[in-house]
Nanobody, 120 residues
Framework: QVQLVESGGGLVQPGGSLRLSCTAS????????MGWYRQTPGTRRELVAA???????NYADSVKGRFTISGDNTKNAVYLQMNSLKPEDTAVYYC??????????????WGQGTQVTVSS
């Protein structure tokens, strides 16, 4: 089973920055795409940003120009640099990865989530 480990969440003041990290376990053969989603109580999980193995990125309109997603294929990792944070960015952020494991089975895995709180 592919496992994702996230880190980097926390409390930050409006206008501040945070960097989230997510690393996939070594039981993978390939990664097709990785991304970050977020969720607040009572709402659906929404896409924040995603990146494919080819480097193509996709962002939610609400974070364009403020957040940057990047990946490191050598470490099976994805990062989310969040700048100019706003209170409405407060949420639990989840890492997602899709690809094939070492047995060539497709996977679509989620991390445990990391809390991001933007407040003064």
């Amino acid at each position: 089973q592919v496992q994702l480990v996230e880190s980097g969440g926390g409390l930050v003041q409006p206008g501040g920055s945070l960097r989230l990290s997510c690393t996939a376990s070594e039981t993978i053969f390939s990664i097709n795409a990785m991304g970050w989603y977020r969720q607040t109580p009572g709402t659906r999980r929404e896409l924040v940003a995603a990146i494919t193995i080819a480097g193509t990125t996709n962002y939610a309109d609400s974070v364009k120009g403020r957040f940057t997603i990047s990946g490191d294929n050598t470490k099976n990792a994805v990062y989310l640099q969040m700048n100019s944070l706003k209170p409405e960015d407060t949420a639990v952020y989840y890492c997602n990865a899709q690809g094939y494991d070492i047995y060539r089975r497709p996977y679509d895995s989620w991390g445990q989530g990391t809390q991001v709180t933007v407040s003064s």
